[in-house]
């Protein structure tokens, strides 16, 4: 049974609702975690009410050209057939009726109500045949099916009329057989003769035209010469191409008493070498995380536009033509030809399959239905709808903004608390240094927690950076238990008025469980401000898989009621993927937790914020 229907605007107005009222919000986490995230392509959506609640099935429909959304909303326990149904006979029959100028369609009862009976016996019958014919095709073979039957009768006739007790259209049908076996075996026989013919012919001057395909040495001859290489007709038809001139290294003289300033073969240019460590942080300069960057809002061409959709170059004529004829409503099968080449252009940006194909079915489930505009090409109306998808999913649904909620704690008499969690590798303990020297430039006390007891030399690698940054290091040494390590150092932040404590934890694969098992006991013991994910932008599919079993091990392994999951990503080695950057997409789509520090260099400064627009643009470059 239904729990409620809604439809509503895409602005957010109700226009029809029946039902009861809900535990918790179902809708609003709908329209939160999977419309305005670009997840409308899936077949259903679930939710679980808090403290307990009743668990939910969501499931939706939308009429594009009137901008309308059809929503259901049963117990998820209950398996319901019609539900489609209904939804694609209320969306046919509400969207004769609707009106812009109407807010409320209380006379839509009664049609409403007609149309769920229709949609009940429908499915009613189709349950009832599926079992009629579940039972026919279960039954014992002693019981005589229909066609069984129709042949037993025709044997009984043959023979009474005196025949030879085979029935005519069994021989018929042997004689079929026996002719199909026979051509069969023909072909085989006239496959095996020609196994030793060549199998392409290509016909010559002397044979009549050449066929299409045919290789022509005059047609190469002549493009060799039109590309501008000069062949040698002595040389039987050789290129003669210039010999580059080859740089031969010069030896070093060795003396047999060299001194000091000989042996030094260091570049005189790099400054960086009489730098002491105390003292080489504070020469860095200003962080890249208050410098904002712009995006060059240059239009493209036609024939980069042209290569982006995937759509060949065509004349002026057939183009007015295909633009004149606007106010075509769009299929699914005129969006595929420009969502394939999409997704295809996607993938090759190191987006996660699944991500890219999603994307694509959302994109075509929200222009399904919508009329094409005079002078409007499909491929620019898929193009369009697919930036607008990205940039939503990519804007952070939350405002984060770590140096307003660090005087919000400091006010309220506590440190800040941000630990970094990631996988091996990745860099959360270089990032960590570069997001306290931002910190240090915005004149907030600074306090590291060496909490990755785990690694050789992680507590040594901390220690070094504390000591160029000249902040304190909180440290208990290896084998400890890091949530008892990251107490102890939030209560000594409080002692040393610290504004800031920035955990460092043991990377850890997605799959290994005591770590994991570690993770989880330290963010429900301390209760940290920011879950930072450390995350390397050269990822592809990879990123899917750690970020999903991060926050489901997380939630899994937590032992308070409402888990916390990651809150925000960082990611590292930007600056060596070129446009390779689908690894932000990926992340931000399976997580929805925002991008909020990117680093790409090896310098304090080398960390900034990431631009949206450029990352949307260079995705569908």
Known sequence: MLEQLLVFTRGGLILW????????????????????????????FHYDAPAGGASYTLKWAFDNDLGLVFVTVYQRILHLLYVDDLLAAVRREFSQIYDPKRTTYDDFD?????????????????????????????????????????????????????GSGKDESDGDSGKRRSLANGSLKGQENENKENSHAPNIFVKGKENGAPEVGAFDVNKLQKLRTKGGKKTDTSGGGKTTKAEPKKT??????????????????????????DIPIDTAAADQGESMMDKEETVSSDEDDEEVENEKTGTKKKGWFSSMIQSISGNAVLEKSDLQPALKALKDRLMTKNVAEEIAEKLCESVAASLEGKKLGSFTRVSTTVQAAMEEALLRILTPKRSIDILRDVHVAKEQGRPYVVVFVGVNGVGKSTNLAKVAYWLLQHDINVMLAACDTFRSGAVEQLRTHARRLQIPIFEKGYEKDPAVVAKEAIQEAKHNSSDVVLVDTAGRMQDNEPLMRALSKLINLNNPDLVLFVGEALVGNDAVDQLTKFNQKLADLSTVPNARLIDGILLTKFDT?????????????????????????????????????????????
Do not use: H
């Open 17 to 44: 609702e029946l039902g009861k009222a809900l535990r918790g919000s179902p809708i609003d986490a709908l329209i939160r975690s999977c419309l305005l995230e670009e997840r409308s392509a899936d077949a259903a």
């Open 110 to 162: 009664e049609t409403f109500r007609q149309l769920q009976r229709e949609a009940e016996a429908r499915a009613e019958e189709m349950r009832k045949s599926k079992q009629v014919g579940r039972a026919s095709t279960m039954a014992p073979g002693k019981k005589q099916t229909p066609s069984g039957a129709a042949r037993g009768s025709g044997k009984q006739r043959n023979t009474s009329s005196g």
């Open 248 to 273: 031969v290294k010069k030896n070093r003289i060795w003396d047999d008493s060299p001194s000091e300033s000989k042996l030094d073969f260091t570049d005189p240019t790099n400054e960086r070498g």
């Open 577 to 621: 993927i070129d446009d390779k950057v689908g690894a932000v997409l990926s992340m931000v789509y399976v997580s929805g937790a925002p991008v909020m520090f990117v680093g790409c260099g090896q310098s304090y400064t080398d960390l900034k914020k990431l631009n949206v627009k450029s990352i949307v643009k260079t995705l569908l470059k």
